[in-house]
Each structure stands twice: as structure tokens, then as C-alpha cells.
């Protein structure tokens, strides 16, 4: 168990719908990285957040934002959802937002779109 | 090594030998990089990181050698036991400091049997 927790473990949701995943870092960690997952993709980077504000960006699509609250938790949105969304997303948490720090990642989201 | 699209590389060996997995990255400007292992339904877990300054870094059971000359990484794992059986990812990390860029390979299956 690494300490970073998310929800839902799986979600089934229509196209065009929106969806929440929500993820909490490891206690004392300030810094939260989403990822998505899927076979043709692999794993990309979407986002990371540092201590509330965003801190880098990756591959995210303007459709999909993110937000980091003031417990540190955080929520990625994905909007006007497409079949190709259906993937895995990951959240990972580290201590700091070097890019040095070990990630810690969650057991992930399955997020499926009919 | 790394693929393109569905077909992940494949490396089955026999409980107690030695694998070695191979990476590509891309970027000559990569500063950092780093292995991951992930087992079916979990998360990625880190597993052992080198900066570009050094070629050799060894840690429990792993090491990994970077060949900077030729944008190489691998990682040997000594005595490979079936809970070795995982996909393993390498990362490279594009900028330094704050600047998070994070790019994952598509990953090898490595195989363990008993």
C-alpha cells in the first residue's frame, strides 16, 4: 500500500457525461501528479500540483482540468468524455515538487466510456 | 526494449536467473531517470533511480547502468523470483528542478517461471 488513495476504483460513464476522480496524496506530501494509462498511450504525465497551485503540465487535454484543494487533495475533471478517454488514471504523490522525489502512485482509477 | 503501440516487449526467465530489461529514452537533455515495476492492477511502484551524472547505481537485487552515448538504460534484476513477474517502465525526466516532464516508455513484461 503506498499511502495515496483514490476514488472511485472504477467508473462507467456515457459519452459527453463529465466525471470526477479524486485522489489523497500520502499524509505530508504537497506534491500531486495525474497519469493516464492506456494501451496505445502507455502512461502519460497530465498534470502535476505543488502545495494548491499548478505546477507542470503534460499531455492533458483542454477538456480535462485538475485542481489541488487546501488539504491537499485533489480532482481531476474530465469533460465531454470520448470512447478514447476510457483508460486507467493514476495519481502520485511526493514530497516535495522537485523533480527528484520518488512518486508514490495510487491504485489507480478504470474509467470506462460506452 | 521499448515498442511501439499494443505489443509490449516480452521477457520470460527462469526463477533464480538474472534479467536484464532495456530501455531507449529519447532526449539527450534528460537529466533523471527512473524504473518502475507494475503488477496487474496496481499502480507503478518505483523501483530505483540514476542521474545523468553517474552510469551505475545499484540497490537491493537491481541495478541500473545509463549509457549516455548511445541514450541507453537498463535494469538488471540478480536472482529473479516470480514476484518479479510485473511490467517494468523506465522514465526519463526531460528538465531538471521544477520543471516536471516526466515521459514513461511503453514498459516490458517480464515473466518469471517457477
Known amino acids: 500500500d503506498s499511502g495515496v488513495t483514490q476514488t472511485p476504483k472504477h467508473l462507467i460513464t456515457a459519452t459527453g457525461q463529465r466525471v470526477t476522480l479524486r485522489c489523497s496524496p500520502r499524509?505530508?506530501?504537497?506534491?500531486v501528479y495525474w497519469y493516464q494509462q492506456s494501451l496505445d498511450q502507455g502512461l502519460q504525465f497530465l498534470i502535476q500540483?505543488?502545495?494548491?497551485?499548478?505546477?507542470a503540465k503534460g499531455n492533458i487535454l483542454e477538456r480535462f482540468s485538475a485542481q489541488q484543494f487546501p488539504d491537499l487533495h485533489s480532482e481531476l475533471n474530465l469533460s465531454s468524455l470520448e470512447l478514447g478517454d476510457s483508460a486507467l488514471y493514476f495519481c502520485?504523490?511526493?514530497?516535495?515538487?522537485?523533480?527528484?522525489?520518488?512518486?508514490?502512485f495510487g491504485p489507480g482509477t478504470r474509467l470506462t466510456v460506452l | 526494449g521499448e515498442s511501439v503501440g499494443l505489443h509490449l516487449p516480452t521477457l520470460s526467465v527462469q526463477e533464480g536467473d538474472n534479467s536484464i530489461i532495456n530501455c531507449a529514452y529519447s532526449?539527450?537533455?534528460?537529466?533523471?531517470f527512473i524504473w518502475y515495476k507494475q503488477e496487474s492492477g496496481k499502480g507503478p511502484q518505483f523501483i530505483i533511480d540514476?542521474?545523468?551524472?553517474?552510469d551505475k547505481r545499484q540497490g537491493q537485487r537491481v541495478t541500473v547502468l545509463l549509457n549516455k552515448t548511445v541514450k541507453h538504460l537498463s535494469l538488471q534484476i540478480a536472482a529473479t523470483q516470480p514476484g518479479d513477474s510485473a511490467v517494468y517502465f523506465c522514465?526519463?525526466?526531460?528538465?531538471?528542478?521544477?520543471?516536471?516532464?516526466?515521459?514513461f516508455g511503453k514498459g516490458t513484461l517480464l515473466t518469471v517461471n517457477p
Open positions: 532526449n539527450s537533455a534528460s537529466d533523471y
Open positions: 500540483y505543488y502545495n494548491g497551485e499548478e505546477r
Open positions: 522514465a526519463e525526466n526531460m528538465s531538471g528542478g521544477s520543471n516536471y516532464k516526466l515521459t
Open positions: 540514476i542521474r545523468s551524472n553517474m
Open positions: 499524509s505530508g506530501d504537497l506534491s
Open positions: 502520485a504523490s511526493s514530497t516535495s515538487g522537485s523533480s527528484y522525489n520518488e512518486q508514490f
